[in-house]
Nanobody
Framework: QVQLVESGGGLVQPGGSLRLSCAAS????????IGWFRQAPGKEREGVSC????????YYVDSVKGRFTMSRDNAKNTVYLQMNNLKPEDTAEYYC?????????????????WGQGTQVTVSS
């Protein structure tokens, strides 16, 4: 059974940092492309970052480039999203997902597996 479990969300002040984790079970992270998505209240879910297994390349949405870094620990079967210099507009529910189209300029929101989400709130 494929399962993705996110953790690491919370309340942080503007300019602060958080690291989200996504622990996968039931499959190896090497099998699928992995992505991070977020959804703010009243807004559509958007792709934040994704990582392809074919060449290890990573995509970031423009609004987080230079601030967010996605990484994998294959030994722990876990994916991370390091978020620095957080802004109030980063406030959202964050989800990890597996198996989607992940290109250097695009990540699809049509995915095979979703995690349950973790809330990130950036506020003073």
């Amino acid at each position: 059974q494929v399962q993705l479990v996110e953790s690491g969300g919370g309340l942080v002040q503007p300019g602060g940092s958080l690291r989200l984790s996504c622990a996968a079970s039931g499959f190896s992270l090497n099998t699928y492309s992995i992505g991070w998505f977020r959804q703010a209240p009243g807004k559509e879910r958007e792709g934040v970052s994704c990582s392809r297994t074919s060449d290890g390349s990573t995509y970031y949405v423009d609004s987080v480039k230079g601030r967010f870094t996605m990484s994998r620990d294959n030994a722990k079967n876990t994916v991370y999203l390091q978020m620095n210099n957080l802004k109030p507009e980063d406030t959202a529910e964050y989800y990890c997902a597996a198996n989607m189209v992940c290109r250097s300029d695009y990540v699809s929101t049509i995915v095979s597996f979703w995690g349950q989400g973790t809330q990130v709130t950036v506020s003073s």
